[in-house]
């Protein structure tokens, strides 16, 4: 350890090099990576699916996930290097001195144990408090990073938080040993507009607070520009480039680094409603609740043939909701649902399979909404089988017309298992299984969201195809507004289970806007690294600037 060469940074990389495992073969997915990073410095790291990002900020707590291995390379923290040390050392650190934000706070957290237990657990389990000065500590935190009612949320279990609060929950963990250093691994992807921005000013105050290096994982550019003090492009596990995040935003070097700049140029022209025609979807005066609690209030809309309808609004605001009243899932208190003019059962044990067969569903998560064991064959071939009553011949064929209709070569994915594809082909896969089954109507529950933007923009463009090659009716989910400009003919926007404001795409985005709606609009991160500090400003400047909070209808 005494030979180890010295680096005057917090982190540095030296040409990084990790393999992944393929059956039994070995292949290089980070191919000589350098960086280098400060305290007090955010470094922001960017790429679509597969670049490297999440492998790299892993390695910087000298961590390689299952079937990964270091094959080169020094990972110095702090002059010392990480792949040198001792595993009971390299844990010692991680935790304490390297700390990790995740994606999914949801999926992080312990369900059966309370925010506070699970805050208190490292510091405790290190020596650095005791449970009481643990739980004071978490307390100060909370009301730092500025949670509700920070005496005692921290008492409630995750469930009973909203998915910001739980975010900055998990940076107040992260925060409990005051890590020189910090990997945020996309901590916003899930959340909405509203929600994001203040996760985002959350955790730059805690770098500047806490004097706290940190590594800023991303597929946003708009989010990255806020963020970073400069910037990493990555692709295929090489640097692509690398530059002050000012320098890189106004004026990239590389093709590649330009091509992310310009993503997001598919729109749509919208298609006005064919009123002649009875809607194909209608939800009238629905009012639905979870046990005593109201969640949707007298809520319609119509979704007609060959449309894109986007319901956007903040967690909590009822989108989901809608949807579960839809596919009969969560039957309403008051109000119907018309499918084809025809009222639809609010049970769905009740409705007909040929009514099930024509509303079917895209989930976010493509990881967790197809199962791991199954080939893709058997995943498009359930639908079939059930649905249409394939087999045999047939069966294959008709899967192999879906994998071309999405474009995935039959002969190279037909047999694959989910884990062998990327996130945008998995979501392909999931598209696939609803066309199987011949809908008229898809709903698109934030079906981009955990993307990069050049796969989302593929995913975008490939259902605009589908429905004009189909005619299929699209409720689309999302709290992504680029999305909304993209894809949607009209827009529903809602807030605490109302419907605020509806209307045509280039109607409601036009001004003047409802106070909500603009709410949302302003608070969407634009490519210039001014734009959250001028947000903040504004707020100060104009103290009765409106939040959902405050709206009351």
């Known amino acids: ?96 001195r390297i700390a990790y934000v995740a994606q999914s706070a949801a999926a992080s957290f312990n369900p059966a144990h309370r925010l506070i237990d699970q805050f208190s657990e490292i510091p405790v389990e290190h020596g650095i408090s005791s449970k009481s000065e643990a739980e004071a500590d978490a307390i100060d935190l909370f009301t730092r990073l500025k949670m509700p009612f920070p005496d005692v949320i921290g008492f409630r279990y995750p469930h009973q938080v909203s998915g910001g609060q739980l975010q900055r929950a998990m940076t107040a963990m992260a925060l409990s040993c005051r890590p020189d250093l910090i990997i945020f691994d996309e901590p916003t992807t899930a959340l909405d507009v509203t929600t994001q921005i203040e996760v985002l000013v959350t955790i730059r105050d805690v770098v500047k607070q806490f004097n706290t290096a940190a590594i800023y994982i991303t597929h946003d550019l708009a989010v990255v520009a806020q963020m970073s003090d400069k910037i990493i492009v990555l692709r295929y596990g090489e640097k692509v480039e690398e530059a002050e995040t000012r320098v890189m935003l106004s004026d990239p070097k590389q093709d590649y680094t330009k091509s992310l ?22 939800v009238e005066h629905v009012t639905a609740a979870y046990g005593k609690d109201v969640i949707l209030k007298d809520i319609s809309f119509d979704i007609h043939r060959g449309q894109t309808v986007a319901v956007v609004g903040e967690s909590g605001s009822g989108k989901s909701t809608t949807a579960r009243v839809i596919t009969g899932l969560l039957p309403p208190l008051q109000g119907s649902v018309f499918f084809d003019g025809v009222p639809l059962p609010a049970d769905y044990r009740k409705r007909s399979k040929d009514q099930l067969r024509q509303a079917q569903m895209i989930y976010q ?56 594809l990327s996130g945008g082909q998995k979501q392909r896969v999931c598209i696939a299984r609803a066309l199987a089954a011949e809908p008229k109507f898809i709903i698109c529950d934030e ?67 409802h106070e909500y709606t603009n709410l949302l609009l302003s608070s969407v991160p634009e490519m210039d690294p001014d734009w959250l500090d001028n947000m903040l400003k504004s707020k100060v400047d104009s103290p009765d600037i409106v939040r959902s909070s405050d709206i009351i209808r």
């Open 1 to 96: 350890m005494d030979n180890k060469p010295e680096s005057k940074h917090l982190l540095e990389m030296r040409g990084l090099r990790i393999e992944g495992q393929s059956g039994e073969e070995w292949l290089e997915i980070v191919k000589g990576i350098d960086l280098t990073l400060d305290r007090g410095q955010m470094l922001g790291l960017i790429g679509e699916s597969g670049a490297g990002k999440s492998t790299i900020g892993l390695a910087a707590m000298g961590f390689a996930r299952p079937g990964c291995r270091f094959s080169g390379g020094e990972i110095l923290f702090d002059g010392v290097d990480l792949r040198e040390l001792r595993r009971k050392d390299r844990r010692s650190l991680r935790g304490v």
């Open 261 to 282: 700049w310009a993503v997001r140029s598919f729109t749509k022209s919208s298609k006005p409603p064919e009123h002649e025609q009875v809607p194909l979807m209608r």
């Open 365 to 420: 998560m493509a990881d967790t909404a197809v199962n791991p064991r199954h080939k893709i064959r058997d995943i498009i071939g359930r639908p079939l089988s059930f649905y249409l009553g394939l087999g045999g011949a047939k069966l294959e064929q008709r899967i192999r017309e879906l994998l071309d209709m999405i474009e995935l070569d039959p002969d190279v994915f037909i047999d694959r298992y989910p884990g062998e």
């Open 447 to 513: 079906v981009t969201s955990a993307l990069d933007q050049l796969v989302a923009e593929g995913i975008l463009k490939l259902l605009d195809r589908l429905q004009q090659e189909f005619n299929l009716a699209y409720m689309f989910i999302t709290h992504d507004l680029a999305t909304v400009r993209a894809i949607a003919d009209r827009v529903v926007v809602m807030l605490q289970g109302e419907i605020v404001e509806q209307g045509s795409k280039d109607t409601v985005f036009s001004p003047p806007h």
